[in-house]
């Protein structure tokens, strides 16, 4: 079985100030790893994905996730942020027997503050 | 293409009740999935089909729960006999397999809340 753990379940930060959200998983084969985010009042949006290849991946709005496999983590970094990232972020892996089927962590609110 | 699409958005239900909600996924994708969120929580896998076919389904997945996709393109998530631990957001998100995994795309979401 797959799991997920997102170890902050809300981050504040300050406008332009550098932020991690981190993600640790749990899987006994190669996973294809994922990061989703929930504007407040819309669906789920897809943010980046590692499938294979280079291990930092990243977004078209400045964020890069880093696949580490010897640490299982696959965290989301930003170093400036804005007022509009306010969100909740998802992580989230398949791969193996439950190809297709997303697992995901719990979510962590990021909350930028003027 | 709009993306997938949820109908209804929300819907309030009394316990006992039974509830139907549909999701059009995006054109030509062959896998659709179901999932589940609660507050506070990440969104759970229910089901997930292939064209017509349900290839999976979870073990939140009671027998008041039952999905369908008749034609390989909508699909309908039915819950009978609803209970107010029914209440969460149900998500719907569709993909086409590519050379290495195929990316979910969700759709907005039926909230559903059960009295």
């Known amino acids: 079985a797959q799991s997920v753990t997102q170890l902050d379940s809300q981050v504040p930060v300050f406008e332009e100030a550098p932020v991690e959200l981190r993600c640790n998983y749990s899987s006994s084969v190669s996973v294809y790893l994922f990061w989703y985010v929930q504007y407040p009042n819309q669906g789920l949006q897809l943010l980046l994905k590692y499938l294979s290849g280079s291990t930092l991946v990243e977004s078209i709005n400045g964020f890069e996730a880093e696949f580490n496999k010897s640490q299982t983590s696959f965290h989301l970094r930003k170093p400036s942020v804005h007022i509009s990232d306010t969100a909740e972020y998802f992580c989230a892996v398949t791969g193996g027997t439950s190809y297709g089927k997303l697992t995901f962590g719990q979510g962590t609110i990021l909350t930028v503050h003027p | 293409d709009t993306g997938v699409s949820q109908d209804p958005r929300h819907k309030i239900t009394k316990r006992g009740q039974n509830v139907t909600f549909r999701c059009d996924p995006i054109?030509?994708?062959?896998?659709l999935y179901w999932y589940r969120q609660t507050l506070g929580q990440g969104p759970e896998f229910l089901t997930y089909?292939?064209?017509?076919?349900?290839?999976?389904k979870s073990r939140l997945l009671s027998d008041r729960f039952s999905a369908e996709r008749p034609k390989g393109s909508f699909s309908t998530l039915e819950i009978q006999r609803t209970e107010q631990g029914d209440s969460a957001m149900y998500l719907c998100?569709?993909?086409?397999?590519?050379?290495?995994?195929?990316?979910?795309?969700f759709g907005p979401g039926t909230r559903l809340t059960v009295l």
């Open positions: 998100a569709s993909s086409f397999p590519g050379p290495s995994t195929d990316t979910q795309y």
């Open positions: 089909f292939q064209n017509e076919a349900q290839l999976e």
């Open positions: 054109s030509e994708h062959n896998r």
